[in-house]
């Protein structure tokens, strides 16, 4: 598979950061398309498919990027990498403020928008305002898969970042799939534009992926910084924003079940193509 891959996109870090981006992306559009076929899916399924996720993303913060960078550059600038990538997620959340958009199938903001359009004497500035933190939120929540990849590449170990790049984008499925979901329950339209929502959220992995290799390739002593970034940002989605939301829907045994397949793929993607 890595000398398909380089034969396809040659050798150089930032196209192959770039080609990584697309096929996440289009992991995502897959999931968020599913809603056209699947409108309704059970809670159960969603907490299960979304405990999946957590596991991936929990294994390759470890194994694809903590792990490696700590071999490349020690240990600190991989825990100052981290500990930076976990201050950005938290200034994010803080700045958006906080919303819950995956397994629920709710959008919710810590400020009432009703409580927001009295205060601004405008229902309408509201809604707009609830739709803007959407997008905002969703975002956010797929930078550090999109960088993650991208750092991949951008290591040069090919292999692992194909692992990386394979388990993000199994990962995203479900994710894509949730997203479309919680735009539909927030009233953002009919499940075209859920689909459409969830697409355009994924597409931000895409430059991401791209900077991620651009960044360490041109400047290497950030490597190790930036696969502690990724890493950091990523287990902060996982521990803030994903396990509380599966295990709030009632079905926290097959989100755990989840997660641990999650995490047994994972590693398996990892030691085959390592």
Known sequence: MEDLFIRITGDNAIVQGFAAGVVIAVLNLVGA???VVVPNPSKQLLSGAMGFSA???LAASFTSLILP???LGGLMPVVIGIALGVLFLDRSDAWMPHAHILVSGRFRRDQNPESTARAEGSVLSARFSALVLFIVAITIHNMPEGLAVGVGFGSGETAAALSLM???GLQNIPEGLAVSI???NAGLGGRFYAAFVGIRAGLVEIPLAVLGAAAVTI???LLPYAMGFA????LYVVSDE???ETHASGFERVATFGTMIGLVVMLSLDVSLG
């Not at 890493?231 to 990523?234: F, P, V």
């Open 231 to 234: 890493a950091g940002a990523m």
């Open 69 to 71: 960078g700590i071999e």
């Open 182 to 184: 919680a735009a539909r």
């Open 55 to 57: 596991g991936v993303m």
């Open 219 to 221: 400047a290497e002593p």
């Open 166 to 168: 394979i388990a993000i």
């Open 33 to 35: 398309l599913a809603i």
């Open 242 to 244: 994903i396990i509380p």
